[in-house]
């Protein structure tokens, strides 16, 4: 793997797009933003490692997350 991950142009697309969003956002609005997109990053990685887990049959079963 000696080259980068690159995004493709339609991610790239959607960054300009979500940046352009963003820079409209309050102060309050970004930070609040920041700590949903935060718990969606621990909710995927906790629902990946049971997905995993569920594969290898390391774990009787799949539960999905909880949200709050």
């Known amino acids: 793997m000696d080259r980068p991950i690159e995004l493709t142009l339609e991610q790239q697309f959607s960054l300009r797009s979500f940046e352009t969003q963003v820079a409209q956002m309050s ?3 970004a ?3 920041l700590l949903q997109l935060y718990e969606q990053m621990m909710l995927r990685e906790v629902t990946y490692k049971n ?3 569920h594969q290898w ?3 009787g079963g799949f539960s ?3 949200s709050t």
């Open 64 to 66: 999905p997350p909880q």
């Open 51 to 53: 997905l995993l887990k």
């Open 27 to 29: 102060r309050e609005q």
């Open 57 to 59: 049959g390391i774990d």
């Open 31 to 33: 930070q609040q933003f």
